[in-house]
């Protein structure tokens, strides 16, 4: 397969998120399904095994056509190991905030890989 182009055309957006968050996105126009029946998004919630959000995760970055991951930080908590080993610029990942929980710029790795570049701190919520 070819390399992914920063400056390619209609990469698309995956999403991980809650129920609300992940039908938001559809609604927008978001949601894919290939010709294997693969989709660029997944519900998660509290029950959903660690090991099926990391496949999610792996699926979706390994993905030429996927561009940009948006996830629910909530989620991204429960496999952050994995989201702080992630280095690649695309797809890139940006951490959402759901209904329930509050974005916390503390937990976001980018965020964190921005405070050591400018030496700062983080605004608090």
């Known amino acids: 397969m070819a390399p992914r182009s920063v400056f390619a055309k209609d990469l698309k957006i995956g999403v991980i998120g809650d129920e609300d968050t992940?039908?938001?996105?559809?609604?927008?126009g978001v949601g894919d399904r290939?010709?294997?029946?693969?989709?660029?998004?997944?519900?998660?919630?509290?029950?959903t095994p660690v090991a099926e959000i990391e496949e999610i995760f792996h699926a979706l970055t390994?993905?030429?056509d996927i561009g940009m991951i948006l996830i629910n930080q909530n989620v991204a908590d429960r496999i952050r190991p994995?989201?702080?080993t992630y280095t690649e610029v695309i797809p890139s990942i940006?951490?959402?905030p759901s209904k329930e929980c509050p974005y916390d710029p503390t937990k976001d790795s980018v965020m964190?890989?921005?405070?050591?570049?400018?030496?700062?701190?983080l605004p608090e919520n």
């Open 62 to 64: 390994e993905r030429q």
């Open 94 to 96: 940006l951490e959402i």
């Open 82 to 84: 994995l989201m702080d």
């Open 34 to 47: 290939d010709r294997d029946g693969n989709t660029n998004f997944k519900i998660c919630n509290a029950k």
């Open 22 to 28: 992940v039908a938001g996105f559809l609604l927008a």
């Open 112 to 121: 964190q890989r921005v405070k050591m570049f400018f030496g700062g701190t």
